[in-house]
Structure formats: C-alpha cells, structure tokens
C-alpha cells in the first residue's frame, strides 16, 4: 500500500485562454461604455436632483485617514457629510 507522501506528484501547465490577445479587454471597454452611455441621463438626473434639493456641491471632497501620509482627500456623495441631517 503506497501512502500519499510516496506518490509523486503532477504538475499540470495550463495554456492561455484561446479568447485571448485582447479580444476580451476590447468586449470589456466596449460593453462598459455602452453601458455609461445608456445610464448617463440617469446620473445627469440624479445629479440635478441633487443639485436643486440639497445645499452645497453635488460632490462633496472629504477627508480620508491616509497611511502614513496624513489626511488623504476624495470625492463622495452629500449625504455622507457630517452633520447632514437625512429627512425620510
């Protein structure tokens, strides 16, 4: 009876993907801007109902904790600033 240290093992080499040379980052790029051409009235809108119910910027540019490096700064949404009270 052989145990499994005493069975060698097999390395298996994979090929690349056929769909490859690119082809698939072209399908990417293709579809995903597609898709933020059909949802830009939906972001425009969002973004005006935004702008023409809340004060302030539509985004808003606030602080992060960054690594070693101090404060770090990045964009987000209005709801997410301090002291905003949410009216629902």
């Not at 390395?11 to 072209?26: C, L, N, W």
């Given at each position: 009876m052989t145990t499994l240290a005493d069975q060698k093992t097999k390395?298996?080499?994979?090929?690349?993907?056929?769909?490859?040379?690119?082809?698939?980052?072209?399908f990417d790029v293709l579809v995903s801007a597609l898709g933020l051409l059909i949802l830009s009235p939906v972001f425009i809108a969002i973004a005006l109902y935004i702008k023409r119910n809340s004060p302030g910027p539509v985004f808003y540019r606030g602080p992060r904790a960054g690594?070693?490096?101090?404060?770090?700064?990045?964009?987000?949404?209005?709801?997410?600033?301090?002291?905003?009270?949410?009216?629902?």
């Open positions: 390395t298996v080499h994979y090929e690349k993907a056929r769909f490859g040379d690119g082809t698939k980052r072209i690594l070693d490096t101090g404060p770090e700064f990045g964009y987000t949404d209005p709801l997410k600033r301090q002291g905003f009270v949410r009216m629902s």
